[in-house]
């Protein structure tokens, strides 16, 4: 598959996962493709820039370059938006009423802590809102291609790259599999290719078992 | 009732000084005041400490200070994109306070608020948090951020009234409002002046006794991006 | 669609338990939620937490859980027009926390934002700030105060859409959006609910995420006083 | 006098103080009767449970019990008015946007830090928004008779009474005369009765001393 190829079938798993009447906040990369694959359920699209209510991509008459998503990307509001300042948006997010963060990640240890906001050796420039999404949504769902351009598993025992904050993620969705966190342990909910868990343990170089189906 | 409209922008040059801590709103180019950031560049002032999201795009905004060498220190979120603002921080040329989002904009609402300071769950454990008081509250981990107040702000919205009170457009909205409450000196920059009792009193978001100095902005969206419309300067 | 207009607000009884911390809107009389705090009468639940600017009065709106002995604690900044509160505080009967209105109205906002606590320059120096920390920013003196949250908010809105998102009255907005953003269940009172897109998305003031339950208010105003209008419960 | 026309003898010169202008809270007693005498003056009136512009008191027609102010009186909106949450108003008089606050008092000392809020030896069971106005508005007028019931002087040396905060006051107005605070010392600025300042020293038992007048 190419890479557009794999993201576009991470993006609709992730919209699986997503409820009727919750309130979503869609990171950039990955995340950002959720938006295609949510149609007919009624999810609230939460943009920390001040919006909740993102609705359809404008049409070329509806295009308003002040009217933007976090990724700056121009946004319609969907039928029953709200609009408020960055200060109430971010107080949205820390304080726990946005349900389900869905955020780029760069690793993921397996106890569940992401790194997702800067690379290690470079200039640590930008943030934006990641750590607060991090901090603050009642769920985080991670979204990643499995393995990096240089062929090491984002899945990882302990982080290389900066931090994103002590809370550990809730799920993992990449184009292999669907990882859950519980209590700190990862386990595999889903495997999304034709790939036993051996297999898949093989080729990240780190032990993985089944989540135990509880009644 | 203070004349607070300003026809020629350029009269108000005088407001800027060399070394001010300039708060400017927008979130990329929207809900930026573009014209009063014209008028700062005209100004020649430099030594700027600037507190915005990011730092403008391609010479429009605050990227236009950072061209001309105006801007010293900046405050904020997001300047990966930025790639000559990364390349002088680099060389030492600028200096930078990098916020997560959510924390710079409760910082500066504290700053107009008589708050001094406030504990936020956000940047725990990780590298923006070094240097950074921690405390448990009920048995969670906060870290202390510091209240963020400037000289001088410039804000944009879409409509003010001949008092000044404001409304805004969208996600043009943003810092903007947080701003106008956190500076000794508000700008705002609109799209409309309307008469006072134009603005219902439920919906005015900034109300007239943040704003200082109202001016008309110069530039409109043409063709997906903002365009200068009269040379105010 | 959730559907959170409850049509017979004695069904939300089951959602009041004793012991909890309730948050509840109002100045005065202006803003306070009638219909719910009958609810909560009815209900019989005991040792309530109350959090609320004050305590009603003449036997409306929270007062009547005072008469009813519901109440253990009350956390506000005015108790002293409710003179069997004070009665009642002196005899032992009843525990206050008095906090300056603006600090009240401060915690709460923070419980709601995610912020652990804050320092505020109100109060330092009095006998309210006994036992709190102070501590000097940048050459002033500052006392910290906690964030406030709740177990169930109940406040008062002017019209709902049927998503619950919230537009307010005038000066009956007070201590109410920020009540909608601290507790765990919320529970708003409106005159009117509306369709979907009938509300301005610029003019929501309480976006829907913080609405759990909507009720039409059993009150309107007759004669310079709220009259009850039905008996819904 | 009777105590009400010494009341009305104190709000108007209170009044002669205000500017055109500047947004200004009157607080509950004699501040709240200020009101009547600015007409003609821009003064925009801040009341401290949301609202900024409050308008001349209302008919019978206008009348709403919602629409208040601070001191739960009705009132109306002034053209130009803006309403905001309690939180927000807070952030504005705490944040030093309020350009006066006129505020009642039960104690001033001869620095001018004031009590104004609680009765020693009682319950102190409210304070409102008293310390949220002592502590941000830009000036605070001090606004009360002279003397109490008792007869003892409202200036004292040192408070007897719970004081209201750290800040000095600016101004305190009554109805013998007009004191002001500079640099933590009380001069006389006016006085208002066919009294010499050594017969008006007497009265309060505190010598006191004319300011001087610069330039």
């Given at each position: 598959m190419s890479n557009k190829d794999v993201r576009f079938k991470i993006a609709p798993r992730i919209a699986d996962e997503l409820e009727d009447g919750q309130v979503v906040n869609l990171g950039i990369g990955i995340p950002s493709l959720v938006n295609a694959f949510?149609?007919?359920?009624?999810v609230y699209l939460q943009s920390e820039n001040g919006l909740l209510g993102i609705g359809p991509p404008p049409s070329q008459d509806e295009?308003?370059?002040?009217?933007?998503n976090a990724g700056k990307e121009p946004v319609t509001l969907a039928n029953g938006a709200a609009l408020f300042s960055s200060a109430d948006s971010f107080a949205m997010i820390r304080g726990g009423h946005v349900d389900v963060a869905v955020l780029g990640i760069l690793q993921v240890d397996t106890r569940g802590r992401i790194a997702n906001w800067a690379v290690p050796y470079q200039p640590i420039l930008g943030v934006g809102g990641a750590m607060d999404l991090v901090a603050g949504a009642k769920k985080v769902i991670g979204a990643a291609t499995l393995f990096a351009k240089d062929g090491s598993s984002k899945i990882v025992k302990e982080l290389t790259y900066p931090i994103s904050g002590i809370r550990f993620i809730d799920l993992l969705i990449t184009e292999f599999a669907v990882f859950s966190f519980n209590k700190e342990e990862m386990v595999v909910n889903e495997i999304l290719v034709d790939m036993s868990i051996e297999e898949l343990s093989d080729k990240i170089g780190i032990p993985l078992k089944w989540r135990e189906l509880v009644g | 009732m203070k004349q607070k409209f300003v026809k020629d922008p350029s009269t108000l040059m005088p407001l800027f000084k060399d070394g001010q801590k300039i708060l400017a709103g927008g979130f990329g180019i929207s809900g930026t005041p573009l014209t009063i950031i014209d008028v700062i560049a005209a100004s020649n002032v430099k030594n700027l400490k600037i507190v915005s999201n990011n730092l403008g795009d391609n010479g429009i905004g605050l990227h236009q200070l950072f061209i001309r060498g105006q801007i010293k220190k900046a405050i904020g979120s997001?300047?990966?994109?930025?790639r000559e603002a990364v390349l002088a921080w680099t060389k030492g040329e600028l200096q930078i306070d990098l916020l997560p989002q959510g924390t710079l904009a409760e910082a500066i609402r504290c700053g107009g608020a008589g708050i001094g300071g406030f504990y936020t769950k956000t940047a725990v454990g990780t590298e923006l948090a070094n240097g950074k008081e921690e405390r448990v509250i009920d048995g969670e981990r906060y870290i202390f951020e510091k209240a963020i107040k400037g000289d001088v702000a410039i804000i944009r919205a879409k409509k003010a009234d001949q008092l000044g009170n404001l409304i805004y457009h969208t996600t043009a909205r943003n810092f903007n409002p947080m701003m106008a409450t956190a500076a000794d000196v508000v700008i705002a920059e609109v799209d409309e002046i309307v008469e006072v009792g134009e603005i219902d009193p439920e919906h005015?978001?900034?109300?007239?006794?943040?704003?200082?100095y109202i001016i008309q902005t110069a530039y409109q969206k043409e063709g997906g991006q903002y365009v200068k419309q009269r040379c105010s300067i």
């Amino acid at each position: 598959m190419s890479n557009k190829d794999v993201r576009f079938k991470i993006a609709p798993r992730i919209a699986d996962e997503l409820e009727d009447g919750q309130v979503v906040n869609l990171g950039i990369g990955i995340p950002s493709l959720v938006n295609a694959f949510i149609e007919g359920k009624e999810v609230y699209l939460q943009s920390e820039n001040g919006l909740l209510g993102i609705g359809p991509p404008p049409s070329q008459d509806e295009f308003d370059i002040d009217l933007i998503n976090a990724g700056k990307e121009p946004v319609t509001l969907a039928n029953g938006a709200a609009l408020f300042s960055s200060a109430d948006s971010f107080a949205m997010i820390r304080g726990g009423h946005v349900d389900v963060a869905v955020l780029g990640i760069l690793q993921v240890d397996t106890r569940g802590r992401i790194a997702n906001w800067a690379v290690p050796y470079q200039p640590i420039l930008g943030v934006g809102g990641a750590m607060d999404l991090v901090a603050g949504a009642k769920k985080v769902i991670g979204a990643a291609t499995l393995f990096a351009k240089d062929g090491s598993s984002k899945i990882v025992k302990e982080l290389t790259y900066p931090i994103s904050g002590i809370r550990f993620i809730d799920l993992l969705i990449t184009e292999f599999a669907v990882f859950s966190f519980n209590k700190e342990e990862m386990v595999v909910n889903e495997i999304l290719v034709d790939m036993s868990i051996e297999e898949l343990s093989d080729k990240i170089g780190i032990p993985l078992k089944w989540r135990e189906l509880v009644g | 009732m203070k004349q607070k409209f300003v026809k020629d922008p350029s009269t108000l040059m005088p407001l800027f000084k060399d070394g001010q801590k300039i708060l400017a709103g927008g979130f990329g180019i929207s809900g930026t005041p573009l014209t009063i950031i014209d008028v700062i560049a005209a100004s020649n002032v430099k030594n700027l400490k600037i507190v915005s999201n990011n730092l403008g795009d391609n010479g429009i905004g605050l990227h236009q200070l950072f061209i001309r060498g105006q801007i010293k220190k900046a405050i904020g979120s997001f300047f990966t994109m930025n790639r000559e603002a990364v390349l002088a921080w680099t060389k030492g040329e600028l200096q930078i306070d990098l916020l997560p989002q959510g924390t710079l904009a409760e910082a500066i609402r504290c700053g107009g608020a008589g708050i001094g300071g406030f504990y936020t769950k956000t940047a725990v454990g990780t590298e923006l948090a070094n240097g950074k008081e921690e405390r448990v509250i009920d048995g969670e981990r906060y870290i202390f951020e510091k209240a963020i107040k400037g000289d001088v702000a410039i804000i944009r919205a879409k409509k003010a009234d001949q008092l000044g009170n404001l409304i805004y457009h969208t996600t043009a909205r943003n810092f903007n409002p947080m701003m106008a409450t956190a500076a000794d000196v508000v700008i705002a920059e609109v799209d409309e002046i309307v008469e006072v009792g134009e603005i219902d009193p439920e919906h005015v978001v900034t109300p007239h006794v943040y704003v200082d100095y109202i001016i008309q902005t110069a530039y409109q969206k043409e063709g997906g991006q903002y365009v200068k419309q009269r040379c105010s300067i």
